[in-house]
């Protein structure tokens, strides 16, 4: 049976190495992939993210939970595929236009990843015809935009209207973020959430999800 409590530590310590070691591991003794997710990794992440929020992490330690939950999902996401696993939802992630910034992008494409959905990453200073891209193409139910300048937060604006001109504003969610953003911004624009951290971005993506469904 797999040690989840060993691998829960390793992810919210953000140690990769034993993290991957313990994946490994517990695969090859026949484990669900499913459960170490479940079991181990998720609850990791949200406690992480608690700690974060309580000022008991910070930022360097986030991105270490995250490094080390990805390097566990790199073995585990094949198998689920294989496998035919449904994820929680499709989530398109990226830093608008104008914006090169994508520390907090990345903590948020990890988090949600650890946390069971299927991320379809855009970068950063993404054009509005990428995110109708990945709602057209590739099927996201839900956009998550970041901006990180006051500069390129009117970006935000421009690739919601976007959306709406392409006709896909309906049939999909809008989250935004970043140190700048508010939630009165996020509602002027026309935004249906607003994430003001990593944490609570994940936890409002599987609101919004379950709203939709």
């Given at each position: 049976?797999?040690?989840?409590?060993?691998?829960?530590?390793?992810?919210?310590?953000?140690?990769?190495?034993?993290?991957?070691?313990?994946?490994?591991?517990?695969?090859?003794?026949?484990?669900?992939?499913?459960?170490?997710?479940?079991?181990?990794?998720?609850?990791?992440?949200?406690?992480?993210?608690?700690?974060?929020?309580?000022?008991?992490?910070?930022?360097?330690?986030?991105?270490?939970a995250a490094r080390a939950m990805k390097a566990a999902m790199v073995?585990?996401?094949?198998?689920?595929?294989?496998?035919?696993?449904?994820?929680?939802?499709?989530?398109?992630?990226?830093?608008?236009?104008?914006?090169l910034h994508d520390i907090g992008k990345n903590l948020v494409a990890?988090?949600?990843?650890?946390?069971?959905f299927d991320v379809i990453d855009l970068g950063a200073d993404v054009?509005?015809?990428?995110?109708?891209?990945?709602?057209?193409?590739?099927?996201?139910?839900?956009?998550?935009?970041?901006?990180?300048?006051?500069?390129?937060?009117?970006?935000?604006?421009?690739?919601?209207?976007?959306?709406?001109?392409?006709?896909?504003?309906?049939?999909?969610?809008?989250?935004?973020?970043?140190?700048?953003?508010?939630?009165?911004?996020?509602?002027?624009?026309?935004?249906?959430?607003?994430?003001?951290?990593?944490?609570?971005?994940?936890?409002?993506?599987?609101?919004?999800?379950?709203?939709?469904?």
């Amino acid at each position: 049976m797999a040690d989840l409590e060993k691998l829960y530590t390793a992810v919210l310590e953000g140690d990769a190495k034993s993290s991957a070691a313990l994946t490994t591991e517990a695969l090859a003794a026949g484990a669900d992939p499913m459960s170490l997710i479940t079991g181990a990794m998720v609850p990791a992440m949200d406690e992480a993210g608690r700690r974060f929020e309580a000022e008991d992490y910070f930022v360097p330690e986030l991105l270490l939970a995250a490094r080390a939950m990805k390097a566990a999902m790199v073995l585990i996401r094949p198998l689920l595929v294989a496998s035919g696993a449904k994820s929680l939802g499709r989530v398109a992630v990226g830093t608008v236009k104008g914006d090169l910034h994508d520390i907090g992008k990345n903590l948020v494409a990890s988090m949600l990843e650890g946390g069971g959905f299927d991320v379809i990453d855009l970068g950063a200073d993404v054009p509005p015809e990428k995110f109708i891209e990945a709602v057209k193409d590739k099927g996201a139910q839900i956009v998550c935009l970041s901006a990180l300048l006051t500069v390129t937060m009117p970006a935000m604006k421009t690739t919601i209207e976007a959306l709406k001109a392409a006709g896909v504003r309906d049939s999909i969610k809008i989250l935004v973020g970043g140190a700048p953003v508010t939630s009165q911004y996020a509602t002027e624009i026309g935004a249906d959430g607003f994430g003001e951290n990593a944490n609570s971005a994940v936890a409002l993506t599987r609101r919004l999800l379950a709203q939709g469904n």
